[in-house]
């Protein structure tokens, strides 16, 4: 049965409402109509709508101290509209329940099963997403569920999103959920509703076992073919350097990731994937090795940042993972390398930061993946 053109409109009035709500939270109607470009009634016939469907609560607002009646606040139904996001990473698992309008409702972790297959990991994912499932509301409204891969688990394991998405989709007796990559949703949540917010060229940068960066650009992500792009850690930045576990030689990661941290200080790490914080640390009591491994690992952080800064002219990059602790130890040191290397008319607008969002990044941004369906059509089920 075909849908008139009436009925089209208002449903994608329904969804682009349902949408702003979602990334701005509790908003007012008088805002809706004037960022929307619809009337007043139409307004109101829309959050009927979706009042009904069980989508968002209206109510009056807390006192403003403004004289007049004031606008009827649209919020979205968190509690009771909400997606699971999965961040598949190597050390550890990470499954959330995340409400309408980004709102983390529950979390659980557990270390990564040893070993190259899959399937336990797989199992240990379903056991978390079932456990928060008891405690789900009863009437809730489940989206999906999106999953945050890390390049490291793809490289180090061999894991391809086409052998994760039916054993999930089997496990969580679900349908397919939507994959990412892990810098890729991480930069897709800090745009939506974190350190990117309003910005429409940004580099998200994440570290861990190895270096991957989630760009945006004229708010579109690039993901890449088969959404496995952003692999600047393979980006060759010194060519006589040490030789990278790809094959080649002198790869960005071998200049700034845990690994080459390591190497330079000169001393073991006591928990897998702490190196970062612990050279940072140990540079801040004043060990010599530690301090000189951040220095170097910092410079190089600048100079591959002034190469990216240079070919995709962003207004925000974002430091995630262990470059977080990178850049949080030697912020001037980055700073005086990209003013050094980086084209003025790229640089002079950038600006770096750290995520608002925290490790919590990639699993809000599998969450937005689950919820695309619902703000497309929010009437469609």
Known sequence: MSTSPQESVRRQNLGALLRYVHVRGATSRAELTVRLGLNRSTIGALTADLATAGLIDEGVPQETGRAGRPSIVVRPRSSRVYGYAISLELERLRAARIGLGGKVLDTRATERPPGAEPAPAVAALAALVADMRRSAPADGVDVGCGVAVSAAVRHHLGWSDAALEPALAAALDAPPPFIGGTADLAALAEHTRGAATGADNVIYLHGDAGISAGIIAGGRRITGYGGHGGEVGHMVVNPSGRLCGCGSRGCWETEIGERALLHLAGRPVPTPGAAM????????????????????????????VANLVNIFNPTVVVFGGTLRELYLAAPAQIHRRIESMALPACRDHVALHTPDLGDDAPLVGAAELAFESLLADPLSR
């Open 277 to 304: 914080a612990t050279a940072v640390q140990h540079a801040r009591e004043g060990d010599p090795g530690a301090q000189a491994a951040v220095a170097h690992a910092a410079d190089w952080l600048g100079f591959g």
